[in-house]
């Protein structure tokens, strides 16, 4: 069972930048997909990021929400066993606790549902102030 362990999250003002970190107990992108959620209060959990190796190559598709695209970017280093979530342009509303999770790649459908994935970090708080 693979265990996931994010970092990097914190208080920025708006228009700044952030970088989370989830490193994993062994190697992700051989065998999983890769997301990033957050989830705010008395809200459900939402879509941030995806990403996934294309098989058979050493390429991969990503995967972002709306909301974020064009300011984030997830990555991954398959040697350091992490996946990294860079936040460009920070505002208010992305303030949430994120969450960083694995699903199998051979069983993953839908990338962008959080029921899709079976492992789950303990969350990181990102805050971004007006």
């Known amino acids: 069972q693979v265990q996931l362990v994010e970092s990097g999250g914190g208080l920025v003002q708006a228009g700044g930048s952030l970088r989370l970190s989830c490193t994993a107990s062994e190697q992700l992108f051989s065998t999983y997909a890769m997301g990033w959620f957050r989830q705010t209060l008395g809200k459900e959990r939402e879509f941030v990021a995806a990403?996934?190796?294309?098989?058979?190559?050493?390429?991969?598709?990503?995967y972002y929400s709306d909301s974020v695209k064009g300011r984030f970017t997830i990555s991954g280093d398959n040697d350091k066993n992490t996946v990294y979530l860079q936040m460009n342009g920070l505002k208010p509303e992305d303030t949430a606790v994120y969450y960083c999770?694995?699903?199998?790649?051979?069983?993953?459908?839908?990338?962008?549902?959080?029921?899709?994935?079976?492992?789950w970090g303990q969350g990181t708080q990102v805050t971004v102030s007006s």
């Open positions: 990403i996934k190796l294309i098989s058979g190559t050493t390429y991969y598709s990503r």
């Open positions: 999770a694995a699903t199998m790649l051979r069983t993953i459908v839908k990338i962008t549902i959080d029921d899709e994935y079976d492992y």
